[in-house]
């Protein structure tokens, strides 16, 4: 179901022949109100592609009505010309929908340079094509359309105290986070303003997204886009209702974890006992854009070296010579010597668990990563065909 | 003849059975003087090795009698046993050389949490052994003995005017330094004292090795070494002496470059009209950082929309919708959109250079990386066997 679980959406997902491959690429979510409250994140990259340009200002007075997404293209660095495009995009939607241009946000995805006049045509036909097929259950469709290198569609939805929440998020590369990531759309038919809206996406995309680094890599088009349609009635509360945004989030990110690109592990890097959140998250992710230590994990080698070497390279606060790293439960190093036989870790499994005790104060953080393999190099080298 | 071109230096190296193939792995470099003036930069890695902390205290008076490097073992995250090997390492040499052992410099190389009982026997037997054998020919030998993953030595020889500069280095992977890189030892018979080495030295490595950036991963060893024995009894001209020493960090750094782990590509990236010379380092080691552009260019792909999005993570002054970017001589990428057509751009050869045109000011840099291959992959993920 997707983004049209919670009552007061509908979507679609249509192929417009942006794609090769002749699957779905484009993909509307309307919010048929009565709110038509709307937040979103976007990528903290200088450089931008012209959906997230745009996106920036049509977000500024909190209202929705509307996101078209499509594959195919990321209509980044595409000039004037490829701004244009998504403008009229904009105003096709809003024109069949009878809303305004100004609240109809528009997120691409594909290789950065596309956006040529073929491009432009499709995506207007498809657009259109996609209004005229929205449906109450189109949710699934729409997920399928946004996918590039996904090999599955990624999902979610939770349901509160009187209210539902929903989304869908596309990425399997380029998965590095700064404030957003990849495309997302999250729906729910709670009562939130605009001011609540923002500070709940905020909060749950900064545990969740902003905390995947599957290779280092920032997009040029990451937005995540929340909007409420208050069909509900319910004012949720608002601790439970950002804990369940976060949840949502999360399993988006994880799902996009698992499918990240030639990946053959998922690994979650946990930092305990920092002297606060941001010297875990620091710490997390200077090991998880370690090459080395990603190119070990998928040789099945525990090279806890590899980690406390990226760890040396943060400006938190820790002593390297007192730090303990644990990989899949066992504890190879204590107070940065060794400790426990490498061969006693099994790294066969996907799924790596990297525990690594700071041992200054009492904040904590998880870091999602995958490892580095000959598929990525592989998959990343033959991209652009 | 590497570093025993230069008068008044005498080297060896020797098989101390640290390596399982049985090749040499330990070396001295010895200073006969008049002057025994030093110099050493360290890598910036918090998380140092014993060897960094055991030459760090030693190099602060400014002299250098000798220089012990091992392979076979990075005696890094060994707890103070392993400090207590380098202290010894220190002495031994000390002992039979006649002089103090604080002014004995020890570097280490090799898998890092190296460094038990039987480590620490075969580096003292290997430090006499070497020690036995010191010959005013032994430069050679000596940059053999310092190999680890490398498959070439690297040496370099300047002639100044009246004076001599030798060089030798290792290093193949884990190689993105901060203030030094890599082991390094260069000798001079020049006169300096200690004031004049170590800026001389800092000037040197700041636009060379402080500028190759292989595989982002900043080791825990690294080290640069100066020795000036004086024999020539010439004071240089210090413009054309410190020229002098960075062309030989430089023709080094690029030797280290062209035997990087796996690599298929050696990238020079230049940038040039920078609002400063610290912008343009920022941007060159952020594109030579990002793994889908270097994946990219192993598959011969000249995917400059991966270029602007490493860009566009950087804090340096430009326009991304003014930046041009050349490769191979080919301008794909101008005022941030797309110019000449891929396909005319050939990537087959093994030297790349990437041209970015930030259009600000007059600075410039170059940064030296690699591509993102299959075999480094493979190498990495197998290192610890």
Redesign the interface.
């Known amino acids: 179901m997707s983004v049209t679980a919670p009552r007061g959406f509908e979507a679609a997902g249509v192929a417009a022949g942006l794609k090769a491959t002749g699957k779905p690429d484009v993909a509307v979510v309307v919010n048929r109100g009565p709110l038509k409250t709307g937040a979103a994140v976007f990528t903290s ?4 592609a012209n959906p997230i340009l745009w996106s920036q200002q049509a977000i500024a007075d909190g209202v929705v009505e509307a996101v078209v997404l499509n594959s195919g293209g ?1 209509n ?4 004037p010309f490829g701004f244009q495009t998504t403008h009229q995009t904009a105003e096709r939607a809003a024109e069949l929908l009878g809303v305004s241009a100004g609240d109809v946000l528009v997120c691409s995805t594909g ?3 596309t956006g040529d006049e073929v491009f432009r045509a499709k995506v207007l036909a498809g657009t259109a094509e996609a209004i005229a097929t929205l449906s109450a259950d189109g949710g699934d469709d729409a997920a399928h359309a946004i996918m590039t290198t996904d090999t599955v569609a990624k999902t979610s939805t939770l349901a509160g105290d009187g209210w539902t929440i929903g989304g869908m998020a596309k990425g399997a ?2 998965l590095a986070p ?1 404030l957003a990531t990849m495309l997302v759309v999250l729906t729910t038919d709670a009562v939130l303003d605009a001011a609540q809206a923002d500070a709940h996406l905020r909060a749950a995309t900064r545990v969740s997204f902003d905390r995947l680094d599957s ?6 088009n990451d937005q995540v886009t929340l909007m409420a349609s208050g069909a509900s009635g319910v004012e949720p509360d608002p601790t439970a209702f950002r804990a369940a945004l976060a949840e949502v989030c999360t399993s988006l990110a994880i799902q996009l974890q698992c499918d990240a690109e030639g990946a053959s592990h998922d690994i979650s890097i946990e930092v305990i006992h920092a002297a606060s959140e941001d010297d875990a998250v620091e710490v997390g992710r200077s090991v998880a ?4 230590f990603k ?2 994990v ?2 099945n ?1 525990p ?4 980690v ?7 400006g938190a606060d820790f002593d ?2 007192a730090v303990d790293v644990s990989m899949n439960g066992v504890r190879v ?1 204590s ?4 400790d426990r036989p ?1 061969d006693e870790v099994d790294l066969t499994p996907r799924a790596t668990h990297v525990l690594i005790d700071l041992k200054v104060g009492d904040a904590s953080a998880t870091v999602y990563t995958n490892d ?3 598929d ?3 998959e ?5 065909s």
């Open positions: 990259n200088r450089a931008k990321a980044c660095f595409t000039g290789l950065i340079g590369g380029m700064g290779d280092g890599c920032m997009s040029t854009r370690n090459n080395l190119a070990a998928f040789g080698d090279n806890w070296g590899r406390l070497a990226a760890i040396g390279t943060t390297p010579y190093c107070d940065g010597g060794p490498r580095l393999t000959h990525y190099v592989h990343n080298s033959a991209y652009a």
